[in-house]
């Protein structure tokens, strides 16, 4: 059973950049057809998608955000990180990452998810 866990600061301050990683266990996050995914929950935009990575390291992007989004990982400790620079108060949020095997819109297994406040 593959398990997700976020973590970071729950605080960044106006036009500072968000870090967060996600740490995998139960499966190798370079196991084939894996993708995986961060994605948001705001007061107003909903669930919103902000990124991916597949197993392959490729990268994909909201348009909307890709300006400011930066997804990468590490093989050796089996993890993957978002950076978000350049933050507003609009940025806060529940932030999830969350697996998609095979079918890339079907996010089967996700984080808890972490709170992050941007403060003005």
């Known amino acids: 059973q593959v398990q997700l866990q976020e973590s970071g600061p729950g605080l960044v301050n106006d036009s500072q950049t968000l870090s967060l990683t996600c740490t995998v266990s139960?499966?190798?996050?370079?196991?084939?057809?894996?993708?995986f995914a961060w994605i948001r929950q705001t007061p107003g935009k909903g669930l919103e998608w902000l990124g991916a990575?597949?197993?392959?390291?490729?990268?994909y992007y909201s348009p909307s955000l890709k300006s400011r989004t930066s997804i990468s990982r590490d093989t050796y400790k089996n993890q993957f990180s978002l950076h978000v620079n350049s933050v507003t108060p609009e940025d806060t949020g529940v932030y999830y990452c969350?697996?998609?095997?095979?079918?890339?819109?079907?996010?089967?297994?996700w984080g808890q998810g972490t709170q992050v406040t941007v403060s003005s």
């Open positions: 139960g499966g190798s996050i370079t196991t084939d057809y894996y993708y």
């Open positions: 969350a697996l998609a095997i095979v079918v890339t819109t079907n996010y089967e297994y």
């Open positions: 990575i597949a197993y392959t390291g490729s990268t």
